[in-house]
């Protein structure tokens, strides 16, 4: 194969035999044929684009299918969906091994049985894809956060403590104790009821418009030292600043970074701010799939240096195992999410850590062949870097997107 890469000519020729048998199952599929005005080119049972005697459903010339559009659209909507995600066969011979039978999947297909199963990429794109849509709703839902207490809701409470309810939840506790603390609940209503008499909506919104409004500030004398000489030397360099619930920064050293770099950050965090963080909330749900998509290469490559010494094993087959490998990961994680909603979210994680590892360590033994302990270590030691790569990622997408937050 000279003159072309090893890698494209394998990924290509696996997307066409692919494409090859959607297009044979789709001929093969009954259809209400409609009368057109758009008449073949070529006489019946040759083909309409190379003018083959065809023999089957597929042009053995040219590839084209010995199909006709002309159809009612639902039709046309099924072929496409089962292109995607072949909804007719393929996707169900597919997961039972990708989820059940660490390695059986990849192995098979890197020894050539590749027409039953859903491509590599394909799989991994439709696994990723559900993973993200299922993981940001979710999140979207959980970013709403609760209403705040309203007056009635003050007054209840203060009901419900005045009535003794809340007694059994401090039983256990020494009666002067409980005294105490019933005593500093009974004054924290009375101040959150005052507070919220006091105040207005307008005020309060005005109020914290002017602690955003501060804190914007504050993060500019910081990270533009020359436009603020006289504020930035007033700061302490050590000083964490706190841009959005969980982000800290500080400005130790930042007179090293470009000046155009830190005004376009001082922006996004402004945008961050203003928006209480659904700006940067919004930036990583757009940069998260296209960071583990660029992920993947370097899985591949974790693997191919722990095994360079391998004769006949090329990148191409270990981007076939990452490919199958993280294609399981976001299935794992839709599994365990509605896992979950049942049991004990710690307990679902734990099973979710274990498989997977199992999962990498099956994948040792299977399609690489190594021993029992070699394929522990590998799967240790492969377990550790990926943490490593995963944790800088996850900076890299934080960062990314208070660059691009607007």
Request: aromatic fraction near 12%; include cysteine; charged fraction near 20%.
């Amino acid at each position: 194969m000279s003159g072309s890469d090893v890698v494209s000519d394998a990924v290509v020729g696996g997307a066409a035999a692919g494409e090859l048998e959607d297009a044979i199952r789709s001929s093969r599929r009954r259809k209400s044929d409609r009368f057109s005005v758009f008449t073949p080119p070529t006489p019946a049972g040759t083909c309409s684009n190379c003018a083959t005697e065809l023999s089957g459903p597929v042009c053995h010339s040219c590839g084209q299918a010995s199909d006709t559009f002309h159809r009612p659209v639902w039709d046309l909507l099924l072929d496409i969906l089962d292109g995607l995600f072949g909804l007719e066969g393929r996707l169900w011979r597919t997961l039972p091994p990708l989820m059940f039978q660490p390695g059986k999947l990849t192995t098979n297909y890197l020894t050539g049985v590749r027409a039953r199963y859903v491509m590599p990429f394909r799989l991994y794109l439709t696994a990723s894809v559900l993973f993200f849509l299922a993981f940001f709703a979710v999140n979207e839902g959980l970013n709403t956060g609760p209403e705040p207490a309203a007056s009635s809701d003050v007054a209840e409470a203060r009901e419900a403590l005045e009535t003794g309810d809340l007694e059994a939840g401090l039983a256990m506790m020494p009666e002067e104790a409980r005294n105490e603390v019933i005593r500093q609940v009974e004054r924290g209503l009375d101040e959150a009821e005052n507070a919220e008499s006091a105040e207005t909506p307008e005020a309060r919104e005005l109020r914290q418009q002017a602690e955003r409004n501060e804190l914007k500030q504050r993060i500019r004398y910081g990270l533009l030292p020359e436009y603020y000489p006289r504020e930035a030397a007033a700061l302490d360099p050590d000083e964490t600043v706190e841009i959005s619930e969980g982000m800290v920064m500080n400005f130790d050293g930042i007179e090293e970074v470009p000046l155009s770099f830190r005004l376009r950050l001082a922006d996004g965090i402004d945008a961050v701010i203003d928006s209480q963080g659904q700006a940067l909330w919004v930036a990583m749900k757009t940069w998260a799939p296209r960071l583990m998509f660029g992920l993947l290469p370097i899985y591949a490559l974790l693997l191919a240096v722990t095994h360079f010494y391998k004769r006949g094993l090329y990148f191409y087959d270990h981007l076939v195992v990452t490919l199958h490998f993280h294609a399981f990961l976001f299935f794992m994680f839709i599994v365990v999410g509605v896992v979950s909603l049942v049991i004990d979210s710690a307990l679902a994680f734990l099973v979710f850590f274990l498989w997977s590892n199992y999962y990498l360590y099956r994948l040792h033994r299977t399609v690489y062949a190594h021993g029992r302990f070699s394929s522990f270590l590998r799967t240790v030691f492969m377990d550790f870097l990926y943490m490593i790569v995963l944790s800088f990622g996850v900076l890299v997408l934080v960062f990314v997107g208070l660059f691009t937050a607007s």
